[in-house]
């Protein structure tokens, strides 16, 4: 069973720097892919915290990204047409869940400091060491390059979709058997 999250963290941050693009040129770019990317690897690992849960979701896919599109007024589908085929494959890819919460986790400094601290309960990190600085601590250089994609009222749509449950998932509380 493949247990590899990365296509789904690369697709959700594609589709989170096209929704919020980089304010500025190539450096901008990349400085704003990698805190999308940061705090997608974040909310993917702990929707997903075992080997099981991430196999078991790259066994049925994650969703895709048409509700998010439809949400942020993006709907990239219906301009797509007859192209929809392989140029648009990477957007199945896509998690809403780990979408929305990687917005929550942009625009809530204090939740991604509680949300790398909760990684250390997962099976992904095995005691490496795992660094978020763009997420955690940006620079200046960082804000603006990503001003769209850390700006909150921008990013409330997508952020309040499922932040109830990453909220359960990071505060301490009575854990409720299933």
Known sequence: MLTDLSPLIAATARWLTGAYPPCGGALASALCEAQ??????VAAWLRY???????????????????????????AGADA??????EWAWRTWVDEVVASWAAALLT????AVLAVGALAEGEHTSGLPVEFRRLLAPDDCDRRAAALLRHPDFLAPVAGLHQDQLL??????????A
């Open 168 to 177: 359960d998932r990071l505060l301490p509380g009575p854990a409720l058997a």
């Open 108 to 111: 809530d400094p204090a939740l």
């Open 36 to 41: 999308a990317r940061q705090a997608v690897t």
């Open 81 to 86: 047409g007859d192209a929809a085929g392989e």
């Open 49 to 75: 915290p075992t080997e099981i849960d991430a196999g078991l979701v790259t066994l049925s896919g994650p969703g895709g990204a048409a509700r998010l599109d439809w949400i942020t007024g993006a709907d």
